[in-house]
């Protein structure tokens, strides 16, 4: 279980389920006057490294844990009781609850997950990130039992993007820059090159090694029957990374 000192570290870096009447209603409530989002990681990044893999999609059966992960650029220092929950048919699964006291108001936390041993149903899941019961944020995601059965791994479509570090020291005014790199994959939808077309802003100043470190990180769905595909790739610098 990655927490404590991950993370710190990760810190620094930076599911639609069926409907039922529950969920609806949950779903008016007021949300949530602190910030949230949230964020899958399809393994945990390399120690030191300043880039991190992000999943767009998640696997019951997996070579490496995928970490659940949610943030806030406005933390507040009281008392908060924050719920991450992946949504199918038989309710609600934990992927995070937990009491924070005394947090910056930069946070990140982290924390491997098994989707198997939590019973989470394959196909498009709901996740929902709560602090003190309201709704912060959510996204959907899709779960499957494996990249051969995954509708995420299909032809040249990513299923893992790379990602840059946020830096707090920047204002979300001046959060901003560009990459374009062309990325060449090889037949298991690994990059094996890259180049970097454009870095401009903080990606031309501060950013552009963690830049170089993220862009290695996509994968694409597997082809043998194709040695080399190349993929143009834009990635906007946004406020919260």
């Given at each position: 279980?990655?927490?404590?000192?991950?993370?710190?570290?990760?810190?620094?870096?930076?599911?639609?389920?069926?409907?039922?009447?529950?969920?609806?209603?949950?779903?008016?409530?007021?949300?949530?006057?602190?910030?949230?989002?949230?964020?899958?990681?399809?393994?945990?990044?390399a120690p030191g490294s300043d880039a991190r893999p992000v999943a767009l999609g998640l696997l019951t059966r997996t070579e490496a844990p995928h970490l659940a992960c949610w943030k806030s650029a406005s933390f507040p220092p009281s008392a908060v009781d924050v719920r991450l929950e992946i949504d199918d048919a038989q309710g609600r699964h934990p992927l995070w609850f937990g009491t924070e006291t005394g947090a910056?108001?930069?946070?990140?936390?982290?924390?491997?997950?098994?989707?198997?041993?939590?019973?989470?149903?394959?196909?498009?899941?709901?996740?929902?990130?709560?602090?003190?019961?309201?709704?912060?944020?959510?996204?959907?995601?899709?779960?499957?039992?494996?990249?051969?059965?995954?509708?995420?791994?299909?032809?040249?479509?990513?299923?893992?993007?790379?990602?840059?570090?946020?830096?707090?020291?920047?204002?979300?005014?001046?959060?901003?820059?560009?990459?374009?790199?062309?990325?060449?994959?090889?037949?298991?939808?690994?990059?094996?090159?890259?180049?970097?077309?454009?870095?401009?802003?903080?990606?031309?100043?501060?950013?552009?090694?963690?830049?170089?470190?993220?862009?290695?990180?996509?994968?694409?769905?597997?082809?043998?029957?194709?040695?080399?595909?190349?993929?143009?790739?834009?990635?906007?610098?946004?406020?919260?990374?």
């Amino acid at each position: 279980m990655h927490t404590g000192t991950f993370a710190a570290a990760l810190a620094s870096l930076f599911g639609l389920a069926a409907s039922s009447p529950a969920h609806d209603a949950d779903d008016a409530a007021t949300p949530s006057p602190i910030h949230g989002h949230i964020e899958f990681l399809w393994e945990a990044p390399a120690p030191g490294s300043d880039a991190r893999p992000v999943a767009l999609g998640l696997l019951t059966r997996t070579e490496a844990p995928h970490l659940a992960c949610w943030k806030s650029a406005s933390f507040p220092p009281s008392a908060v009781d924050v719920r991450l929950e992946i949504d199918d048919a038989q309710g609600r699964h934990p992927l995070w609850f937990g009491t924070e006291t005394g947090a910056t108001a930069h946070l990140v936390r982290c924390r491997d997950i098994d989707l198997a041993a939590l019973g989470v149903a394959v196909g498009m899941r709901r996740v929902v990130l709560r602090f003190d019961g309201q709704i912060a944020a959510q996204e959907t995601i899709e779960v499957a039992d494996s990249l051969s059965t995954a509708a995420f791994h299909r032809n040249d479509r990513t299923f893992v993007n790379g990602r840059t570090p946020y830096l707090a020291d920047i204002a979300s005014a001046d959060y901003s820059g560009r990459f374009v790199w062309v990325l060449t994959f090889g037949p298991d939808g690994r990059v094996i090159a890259v180049e970097t077309e454009v870095a401009e802003g903080l990606a031309a100043t501060r950013l552009r090694a963690a830049g170089d470190a993220a862009a290695w990180l996509y994968r694409i769905g597997a082809d043998p029957d194709q040695p080399e595909r190349k993929l143009r790739q834009p990635y906007d610098l946004v406020p919260g990374g």
